[in-house]
C-alpha cells in the first residue's frame, strides 16, 4: 500500500524542541524528494522544507531557517523534520508529502501544539 | 516570493452546475501550477499538475487550463462530495506558494 505515515505530534512548550517522523511505504522511497508542509487549524496551506533523493540539496522556508532541519534515512524509508525553538505561531498539522513540485502523495498529518 | 491569489473566497453552487476557481499568480509560472482538493478533516489531494494534467484516479468533471499568470480550475457537473476547500498551488520557484483557498459549498 503506497503511503506515507508521521508520527511525533504533540504538545510542547515555547521554546522547546519536538522531531517529526514520516515512514513511507508503498513505492521507492529513496527516488523522490520529499517534503513537509504544515497547516494551521482553519487556515491554509504553507510550505516548510523539501529535501532531495539522496539528501544533498535542501530547501527551507525562510521563516524558519535556524530552527527547522529536514532529514532522512533512505534504509530506514523515513523522513524526519527537527524542530527547535518552538513559538505558538509553530502550532500547525504537519504533513509529510512526496515531491518537491506538485505533491502526488500525503500523510495524514501530525498535530503540533505550541503552547504554556 | 511568488503570491497565489484565489477568487472566490466561497463559492455556492447547485448540484449538477459547473463550479469555476481562480487563482492568480503574482509573475509568471508558466504552467508549473497545480490544484489540491480538501475534504473536511482529510490531507489534501492532489487534482491538477502542470496546469491542465489531471492526476491519476481523479474525476473528469475536474479540469484545469490557463498559463503564465491565470489559472482556472473547472468542476463541470458539481457533485456533494465535491464539498471542499480547493488550493492552488506554484512550482517554477523557492519557496513554493499556495493560494489562500476557495471554499466550494453545495447550494
Known amino acids: 500500500q503506497v503511503q506515507l505515515v508521521e508520527s511525533g505530534g504533540g504538545l510542547v512548550k515555547p521554546g522547546g524542541s519536538l522531531r517529526l517522523s514520516c515512514v513511507a511505504s508503498?513505492?521507492?522511497?529513496?527516488?523522490?524528494?520529499m517534503t513537509w508542509l504544515r497547516q494551521p487549524l482553519g487556515k491554509g496551506l504553507e510550505w516548510v522544507s523539501s529535501l532531495s533523493d539522496s539528501g544533498t540539496s535542501i530547501y527551507y522556508a525562510d521563516s524558519l531557517k535556524g530552527r527547522f532541519t529536514i532529514s532522512r534515512d533512505n534504509a530506514k524509508i523515513s523522513l524526519y523534520l527537527q524542530m527547535n525553538s518552538l513559538r505558538a505561531e509553530d502550532t500547525a498539522i504537519y504533513y509529510c508529502v512526496r515531491g518537491n513540485v506538485a505533491f502526488d502523495l500525503w500523510g495524514q498529518g501530525t498535530m503540533v501544539t505550541v503552547s504554556s | 516570493e511568488i503570491v497565489m491569489t484565489q477568487s472566490p473566497a466561497t463559492l455556492s453552487v447547485s448540484p449538477g452546475e459547473r463550479a469555476t476557481l481562480s487563482c492568480r499568480a503574482s509573475q509568471s509560472v508558466s504552467s508549473n501550477l497545480a490544484w489540491y482538493q480538501q475534504k473536511p478533516g482529510q490531507a489534501p489531494r492532489l487534482l491538477i499538475y502542470?496546469?491542465?494534467i489531471g492526476a491519476t484516479g481523479i474525476p473528469g468533471r475536474f479540469s484545469g487550463s490557463g498559463s503564465g499568470t491565470d489559472f482556472t480550475l473547472t468542476i463541470s457537473s458539481l457533485q456533494s462530495e465535491d464539498l471542499a476547500v480547493y488550493y492552488c498551488q506554484q512550482y517554477i520557484d523557492w519557496p513554493r506558494t499556495f493560494g489562500q483557498g476557495t471554499k466550494v459549498e453545495i447550494k
Open positions: 508503498g513505492f521507492s522511497f529513496s527516488d523522490y524528494y
Open positions: 502542470g496546469a491542465s
